[in-house]
């Protein structure tokens, strides 16, 4: 099963502030969890934040009816290595890069080469 990354805040979370205090402050973007619904039904997804994971998973509970399960950042992996997600129909919560056929953020910037990617980079930081 394909897992596809979804960032949280400028995605799911409007985060009009910025990161402002640490807190999630900001209202849903407008048609995230219908989305994420769609998402969910024909691909395992899971939510990739820098927050902590626990107070995500509280935030798109208490405003949807979607699954959640946090993810425990301290189970062993073998090896070392990231494990995967492939449970559809439930919404993760890590601060992981797991696996996935795609990411959607809405800070990335699509690697062809290094010459594209720093074009791109300089054209964003202006």
């Known amino acids: 099963?394909?897992?596809?990354?979804?960032d949280f805040d400028g995605v799911i979370h409007q985060y009009g502030q910025g990161w402002h205090d640490g807190t999630i402050y900001?209202?849903?973007?407008?048609?995230?969890?219908?989305a994420l619904?769609?998402?969910?039904?024909?691909?395992?997804?899971?939510?990739?934040?820098?927050?902590?994971p626990i107070q995500v998973a509280v935030w798109i509970q208490a405003r949807s009816t979607i699954p959640v399960q946090v993810?425990?950042?301290?189970?062993p992996t073998p090896h070392g290595e990231s494990h995967?997600?492939?449970q559809r129909g439930v919404l993760l919560v890590t601060r992981r890069k797991i696996p996935a056929i795609a990411y959607i953020?809405?800070?990335g910037i699509r690697f062809e080469s290094w010459d594209q990617a720093l074009?791109?980079?300089k054209e964003v930081a202006r």
Not at 26 to 34: S, Y
Not at 71 to 75: I, L, T, V
């Open 119 to 121: 074009t791109d980079l």
């Open 71 to 75: 993810d425990n950042e301290d189970m």
């Open 26 to 34: 900001d209202d849903p973007v407008p048609g995230a969890f219908d």
């Open 105 to 107: 953020d809405d800070r």
């Open 84 to 86: 995967f997600w492939t």
């Open 1 to 6: 099963m394909p897992a596809v990354g979804v």
């Open 37 to 52: 619904r769609y998402l969910m039904q024909r691909h395992a997804v899971f939510i990739f934040t820098a927050r902590d």
